[in-house]
């Protein structure tokens, strides 16, 4: 049984390369999973084999992927260049010997996950199987890819404890001698009391004084007094009602008619 054996190289880095070794009838998909590994690769978004000519010129593709693309190709019939969308094979189906042409075959590979890199391939030698080695396998390895600059974890700026604030201890002075001790109330012999009490209802039981009230005479603006009025009979002293309508009618009329 024959293997394949490949090397691979950056033109960006200098003195990097590795060799592989792929027996024909595995896929690109095993190829593709030896190549991340010898190179610490992770993250894989994209990746894609490209089939070139002697100058790496890209045609055909291999995708890790379904995706779809648009190409530029020269219709015959039409005698012109057209777009033409295209669903590249998938890794996982495609074998090598199946696009494997030239004894020196080249490719392109293409990683695309937190960086980008494009590497190529070249196939410089078919050999006879090892039957104590298991395929795919990285045989040869030279140089590393430059991990990408980690950035740096800005370390949470602490905040300050506040300060101490020291207060002062305030003494509570003693209290004075005088207000400590309780108020003592002197309390007034009894014989006293007996005395203040009796005097208090002699005080009471004495009758008020009577005033006297002078009668006070109120003169009519006219100037005579009540003395002076008539003194009014009773009207049951009046036997004729008449009579007494007559005396007092004159009272009715006004004061022009005196």
């Given at each position: 049984?024959?293997?394949?054996?490949?090397?691979?190289?950056?033109?960006?880095?200098?003195?990097?390369?590795?060799?592989?070794?792929?027996?024909?009838?595995?896929t690109?998909?095993?190829?593709?999973?030896?190549?991340?590994?010898?190179?610490?690769?992770?993250?894989?978004?994209?990746?894609?084999?490209?089939?070139?000519?002697?100058?790496y010129?890209?045609?055909?593709?291999?995708?890790?992927?379904?995706?779809?693309?648009?190409?530029?190709?020269?219709?015959?019939?039409?005698?012109?260049?057209?777009?033409?969308?295209?669903?590249?094979?998938?890794?996982?189906?495609a074998?090598?010997?199946?696009?494997?042409?030239?004894?020196?075959?080249?490719?392109?590979?293409?990683?695309?996950?937190?960086?980008?890199?494009?590497?190529?391939?070249?196939?410089?030698?078919?050999?006879?199987?090892?039957?104590?080695?298991?395929?795919?396998?990285?045989?040869?390895?030279?140089?590393?890819?430059?991990?990408?600059?980690?950035?740096?974890?800005?370390?949470?700026?602490?905040?300050?404890?506040?300060?101490?604030?020291?207060?002062?201890?305030?003494?509570?002075?003693?209290?004075?001698?005088?207000?400590?001790?309780?108020?003592?109330?002197?309390?007034?012999?009894?014989?006293?009391?007996?005395?203040?009490?009796?005097?208090?209802?002699?005080?009471?039981?004495?009758?008020?004084?009577?005033?006297?009230?002078?009668?006070?005479?109120h003169?009519?603006?006219?100037?005579?007094?009540?003395?002076?009025?008539?003194?009014?009979?009773?009207?049951?002293?009046?036997?004729?009602?008449?009579?007494?309508?007559?005396?007092?009618?004159?009272?009715?009329?006004?004061?022009?008619d005196?």
């Open positions: 049984m024959l293997v394949y054996r490949f090397r691979l190289i950056s033109e960006e880095i200098d003195n990097f390369s590795r060799d592989y070794d792929v027996l024909p009838g595995q690109f998909l095993d190829f593709h999973s030896v190549i991340m590994e010898s190179m610490d690769l992770t993250q894989c978004e994209r990746a894609s084999f490209f089939m070139t000519d002697k100058k010129k890209k045609d055909k593709e291999i995708s890790l992927k379904t995706e779809k693309r648009q190409v530029r190709k020269y219709d015959d019939d039409l005698d012109e260049v057209i777009n033409q969308t295209i669903t590249p094979p998938l890794m996982r189906k074998k090598l010997k199946e696009f494997i042409e030239d004894p020196h075959q080249k490719m392109i590979y293409e990683f695309h996950g937190k960086d980008f890199h494009t590497f190529y391939l070249e196939l410089f030698k078919i050999i006879q199987a090892d039957h104590t080695f298991s395929y795919p396998r990285c045989v040869k390895r030279t140089g590393e890819l430059p991990k990408p600059p980690e950035i740096p974890v800005q370390p949470q700026a602490e905040i300050p404890a506040p300060p101490k604030v020291s207060v002062p201890k305030v003494k509570i002075p003693p209290k004075p001698e005088e207000f400590s001790k309780p108020i003592k109330t002197e309390e007034e012999p009894a014989h006293e009391l007996a005395d203040i009490e009796q005097e208090l209802e002699e005080i009471i039981g004495e009758e008020a004084p009577v005033l006297a009230v002078e009668e006070v005479s003169d009519d603006d006219e100037g005579f007094s009540h003395d002076d009025e008539d003194e009014v009979e009773h009207i049951d002293d009046y036997d004729d009602i008449d009579k007494l309508e007559s005396k007092y009618s004159g009272y009715d009329r006004e004061s022009d005196y």
